[in-house]
């Protein structure tokens, strides 16, 4: 059985990682596209 706290800290940590995806993606992102001249 998820006690109160376990469910909480599953909430917390579900909209963590949420918020950090596109952030994460975001990041990725840049450094693609700052990375591609150089390639060339």
């Given at each position: ?12 940590l579900g ?26």
């Amino acid at each position: 059985m998820i006690t109160r706290r376990e469910a909480l800290f599953g909430a917390a940590l579900g909209a963590a990682a949420v918020a950090a995806l596109p952030a994460l993606s975001a990041t990725v992102t840049k450094a693609e596209i700052s990375g591609l001249p150089r390639e060339k």
